[in-house]
């Protein structure tokens, strides 16, 4: 059975958004989740697997009580999956102790991920340097290979972005699909299809979903570089799976979670979905 918790759910912009004042923001400051989203990250209880360290990381993980990492995945370089890194200081050192004898993460990082750590945001600079202090240990996975972590299959699937990669877990016959973010452009492999469980990012609204109102100009460059909602919807066409997550969900669609519970509705009875927009918090299991 994998078990996975929805550490954080927002996008690149949490919610709420700092100086934001709007109706969305204020409820998430008055009420916290699921009103209030941090940044993209999930946790995969029984093998232990953590995906991506937003800022955030070091408050999710206490707030989910969770003290032991087997691992982490880096799905890309963009700070809002990466620039909680510190975190493998703060956790796996204790600094009180001397002779220091640090806790040490194994890092997997994809072939592309591990060359574009190289050149964005100092992050093989600063791996490399707790990598010396042992706190974390960089191990590189080849396209197209896989590796095991605590009885759990993990393959790398590259996107169609030359630089992201969705996951595939595999355990006991159970197959769990979990894209962090970057679908712009992709189509899913026919050996992809009838996952258990499909966690994919939600895309943005170019479109208001209940009344087709445009809401992002024609010629804004983000719908060049992003997946829209509708995108998404074909995407998970494709994938038929048994069950399907939304979570990477951003502040700026001014989506509520009233607006998100009558969204998976309509697709449920629509389409005969089993469909959820996660929460931070969030719990499900893969059986």
Same mark, same amino acid.
């Given at each position: 059975?994998m %078990?996975i918790?929805?550490? *954080? !759910?927002a996008?690149?912009?949490p919610?709420p958004?700092p100086? #934001?004042?709007?109706?969305l923001c204020?409820?998430? =400051?008055r009420?916290?989740?699921?009103?209030?989203?941090?940044?993209?990250?999930?946790f995969v209880h029984?093998?232990?697997?953590?995906?991506d360290?937003?800022?955030e990381?070091?408050?999710?993980? &206490? /707030?989910a009580?969770i003290?032991?990492i087997?691992? #982490?995945?880096? $799905?890309?370089w963009h700070?809002?999956?990466?620039m909680g890194? =510190?975190?493998?200081e703060?956790m796996?050192?204790?600094?009180r102790?001397?002779?220091?004898?640090?806790? #040490?993460?194994?890092?997997?990082?994809?072939?592309r991920?591990a060359?574009? +750590?190289k050149v964005?945001?100092?992050?093989?600079e600063?791996f $490399?340097y707790?990598q010396?202090h *042992? !706190?974390?240990?960089?191990r590189?996975i080849?396209?197209g290979?896989?590796v095991?972590?605590?009885?759990?299959r993990?393959?790398?699937?590259?996107l169609?972005?030359?630089?992201?990669?969705?996951f595939?877990?595999?355990? &006991?016959? /159970?197959?769990?699909f979990?894209?962090?973010?970057?679908l712009?452009g992709w189509?899913?492999?026919?050996?992809?299809?009838?996952c258990d469980?499909?966690?994919? @990012?939600?895309?943005? +609204?170019?479109?208001?979903?209940?009344?087709?109102? =445009?809401?992002?100009?024609?010629d804004?460059?983000v719908? %060049? $570089?992003e997946?829209? +909602?509708?995108?998404?919807?074909e995407?998970?066409?494709?994938?038929a @799976? /048994?069950?399907v997550i +939304? !979570?990477?969900?951003?502040e700026p669609?001014g &989506? !509520?979670v009233?607006?998100?519970?009558?969204?998976?509705?309509?697709? =449920?009875? /629509?389409?005969?979905?089993?469909?959820?927009?996660?929460?931070?918090?969030?719990?499900?299991?893969?059986?």
């Amino acid at each position: 059975m994998m %078990k996975i918790e929805f550490l *954080g !759910t927002a996008g690149a912009i949490p919610t709420p958004r700092p100086g #934001c004042h709007c109706e969305l923001c204020e409820r998430a =400051r008055r009420y916290g989740p699921p009103h209030a989203r941090m940044g993209p990250s999930l946790f995969v209880h029984g093998p232990d697997i953590l995906i991506d360290t937003p800022e955030e990381i070091r408050l999710q993980l &206490n /707030r989910a009580g969770i003290d032991h990492i087997a691992a #982490c995945l880096y $799905s890309h370089w963009h700070p809002d999956h990466t620039m909680g890194r =510190r975190v493998w200081e703060t956790m796996n050192m204790d600094f009180r102790q001397w002779p220091r004898q640090p806790r #040490c993460t194994p890092i997997y990082l994809p072939e592309r991920v591990a060359a574009d +750590f190289k050149v964005w945001l100092g992050l093989d600079e600063h791996f $490399s340097y707790m990598q010396r202090h *042992g !706190t974390v240990e960089l191990r590189i996975i080849p396209d197209g290979e896989s590796v095991t972590i605590n009885g759990v299959r993990v393959t790398p699937i590259p996107l169609a972005a030359a630089y992201v990669y969705a996951f595939l877990l595999e355990q &006991n016959g /159970r197959r769990v699909f979990i894209a962090m973010d970057e679908l712009v452009g992709w189509s899913p492999a026919e050996e992809l299809r009838g996952c258990d469980l499909a966690i994919v @990012p939600t895309g943005i +609204f170019e479109f208001d979903f209940f009344t087709g109102e =445009r809401r992002i100009p024609v010629d804004h460059p983000v719908l %060049k $570089s992003e997946a829209t +909602f509708r995108q998404t919807l074909e995407m998970v066409h494709q994938l038929a @799976p /048994r069950r399907v997550i +939304f !979570t990477h969900i951003e502040e700026p669609d001014g &989506n !509520t979670v009233e607006d998100l519970a009558r969204i998976a509705q309509v697709l =449920r009875d /629509r389409e005969g979905w089993d469909v959820t927009f996660a929460f931070d918090t969030m719990v499900v299991t893969v059986e």
